[in-house]
């Protein structure tokens, strides 16, 4: 067990930003922390290095006892969203900064920062200040100088939020690289889905200051374990109706068995994703009617905003080609089926 | 993560756009603005700089040589300049402190502290003086505590030092802390987590980002420290190569219708004034000349 924290809390002015959170990472892992704006994600990683104290809980570190040593004692790496590299160092002196202050050898210093130059590909680019730098060199840069001290840990605080999309996407694969490469345990913190969805292999999803769900992408995905992650994680559907027989929902045309525990009567929320709602031209079974109300082009994929009568509507998502092999147009009638959904009960 | 794209740096000063270009005032309303501007800084500035040399050279640069060299003179430079150096050390001090404290830490009574720093700069200098007086004269609360253990502040060299430490010590802790509440903590905390202790946190990280504005505070505080007459002038008694500084010195020749002595004296300080102001210049273009070597982050969509 690399890192292990237990019962964590922490509040500021009164607002509880962590509250009584465990949680586990297996040596060698790659772990996102995903949530919204203010869900204490970063409390916690912040918490998990030393930089923010505790009002209770326990940290351990590889085994020992971490949540009263200082950040500078607890030998783990950290990379800020905003890199904060030293503007008045050049990358050498940034990623030998954690060697300096260790006092290591002039020799290993040169040897260490050299390595970490070819594996951050930026080999030639040592007597550069960070200015110099595009921000996705910057922050690999940042990256170096984290793991130059060989931390035993490394966390990233939203390390690609501050860069485009086209760097994002390739940074992404570089700390996938970097990481097979390295078998540092890793957490980053993220509240961008797909980055947590591609990079990590196993997803934390905090909301309020607390761990809602822990899984790998495709059962976060897939499964859902309450309302807030099934509208967080992916498009989604949602439609509120009512439990009106044994096991059985309906909703316009559409009929759900449900849980045959729930209660009669009982209000449940509907979640489906819109590429879970197969459409056709031709009817086939188990579809209903719909008709096409308006289509958006969303790149590789279209959505279709679908009439399904009683002036309630549904939107579906198909593959560009497939639509467009199929014709579909505004107004035209079709036929459609819901294939996957999740029901959670409202709480009244 | 392949083929690198150039990235072409715009400096405006360089591709020949010329942001004044805009403004199309007609060329009569800007000869007339320059004008009265040089007319203004001409008669109120440059003259009374000019007349100062002039006086003190009046009657030949050797009555300039005697009346800087003659004892009390010598005294009062003396003075002057320990006065100054302990006040441009302890404010260092104290600046480099309080701007930590207040930009790094979260603790009750914040705020009181960043306004009464500023309180040197709105209480007059005579008041300011006389609140020493009142302290430490024989009449003052620690008077004969004082007087009882043969110490003496008020009219002698303890007490100009206080006042003028006190009437300058707003000039670097003012100037530190904007620019250390615009770097933010993260370089620090960066330095901390990569292991680095405190004392080496302050002079790898935070030191050199902050030189340039502790520097422009120390030539603040430095010729203010200088040329501060009011409050020194109530603690200093004017003793005669005692208690004189350099600003009471001119005021006690001047009195004594001594004027190329006075302007002597004064002509030193003005001198000293444009040393500042050289000082100045240079620390201004060189921060200047880092700001733009450090643009805001600018993404390149292509990395090698």
């Not at chain 1, 607002?15 to 959170?21: E, G, P, R, S």
């Not at chain 1, 040596?27 to 918490?47: D, Q, V, Y």
């Not at chain 1, 009929?255 to 209000?267: D, I, M, S």
Request: a neutral charge; one cysteine or more; aromatic letters at 10%.
């Amino acid at each position: 067990m690399s890192i292990e924290v237990r019962n964590l809390s922490k509040r500021f002015n009164g607002f509880q930003a962590v509250k009584d959170t465990n949680l586990k990472l297996e040596s060698g892992s790659l772990t996102a922390l995903l949530g919204p704006s203010g869900s204490g994600k970063s409390t916690l990683l912040r918490m998990i290095a030393g930089l923010e104290v505790p009002d209770t809980g326990a940290i351990h570190l590889t085994g020992r006892e971490a949540t009263h040593v200082s950040a500078k004692e607890r030998n783990v790496g950290f990379v800020f969203q905003h890199y904060a590299l030293f503007k008045h160092m050049t990358v050498f002196e940034n990623i030998a900064f954690g060697l300096r202050v260790r006092k290591q050898k002039e020799s290993e210093i040169l040897e260490r920062v050299y390595e970490l130059l070819s594996l951050i590909q930026l080999t030639g680019y040592d007597k550069r200040f960070p200015a110099q730098l595009s921000g996705g060199q910057r922050q690999r840069v940042a990256v170096a100088r984290a793991l130059a001290p060989r931390p035993e840990v490394l966390l990233l605080d939203e390390p690609f939020g501050a860069l485009d999309a086209k760097v994002r996407e390739e940074l992404r694969e570089w700390i996938l690289k970097l990481h097979e490469e390295s078998h540092v345990t890793t957490l980053f913190v993220t509240h961008d889905q797909q980055e947590a969805l591609e990079v990590a292999s196993r997803i934390l999803i905090m909301n309020h200051g607390a761990i809602e769900q822990d899984g790998t992408p495709i059962e976060i995905f897939d499964k859902p374990a309450s309302h807030f992650i099934a509208q967080f994680v992916g498009e989604t559907n949602y439609i509120d109706t009512e439990v009106s027989e044994k096991g059985l929902a309906v909703w316009g045309p559409f009929r759900f068995p449900v849980n045959p525990t729930l209660p009669l009567k009982q209000k449940i929320r509907i979640y489906f994703r819109p590429n879970d709602v197969y459409m056709t031209a031709q009817f086939e079974t188990l579809q209903v009617r719909a008709r096409i109300a308006k289509a958006r082009f969303k790149g590789t994929i279209i959505e279709y905003k679908l009439d399904i009568g009683e002036d309630k509507h549904i939107s579906a998502q198909i593959p560009k080609g497939v639509a467009l092999a199929s014709g579909f147009k505004d107004g035209q009638e079709v036929y459609a089926a819901i294939t996957a959904f999740h029901v959670f009960p409202i709480e009244s | 993560m392949s083929n690198e794209n150039q990235e072409v740096i715009i400096n405006p000063r360089q591709s020949g756009y010329d942001p004044t270009r805009a403004l199309t005032e007609p060329p009569m309303v800007r000869f007339i603005l320059i004008a009265l501007s040089l007319l203004f800084l001409g008669l109120f500035l440059f003259v009374p700089l000019a007349v100062v040399f002039a006086t003190a050279l009046e009657k030949g640069i050797q009555a300039y040589g005697e009346a800087v060299l003659e004892r009390d003179a010598l005294s009062a430079i003396r003075l002057t300049l320990l006065t100054t150096f302990i006040s441009v050390v302890l404010n260092t001090l104290f600046g480099v402190a309080s701007a930590w404290a207040i930009t790094r830490f979260q603790f009750p009574g914040k705020n009181i502290l960043i306004t009464l720093i500023d309180l040197p700069f709105t209480v007059s200098p005579v008041v300011s003086g006389l609140v020493f007086v009142l302290l430490f004269g024989l009449q003052g609360y620690f008077g004969h505590w004082l007087a009882d253990h043969n110490l003496k502040v008020i009219f002698a060299t303890p007490g100009i030092v206080l006042a003028t430490v006190f009437i300058t010590f707003p000039f670097i802790s003012r100037e530190l802390i904007p620019l250390m509440q615009e770097q933010g903590p993260e370089e620090e905390e960066a330095g901390m987590v990569l292991g680095a202790s405190g004392w080496q946190i302050f002079w790898k990280v935070t030191l050199p980002n902050i030189k340039w504005g502790l520097l422009y505070g120390i030539i603040l505080c430095n010729a203010r420290a200088m040329g501060e007459f009011g409050a020194v002038s109530v603690v200093s008694g004017h003793i005669r190569g005692l208690t004189n500084t350099m600003p009471l010195h001119v005021e006690i020749l001047y009195n004594e219708y001594n004027f190329t002595a006075a302007f002597a004296v004064a002509s030193l300080l003005a001198f000293l004034a444009l040393l500042t102001l050289v000082a100045k210049a240079f620390i201004e273009t060189h921060a200047q000349d880092e700001k733009i070597a450090l643009p805001p982050a600018h993404e390149q969509s292509r990395t090698p």
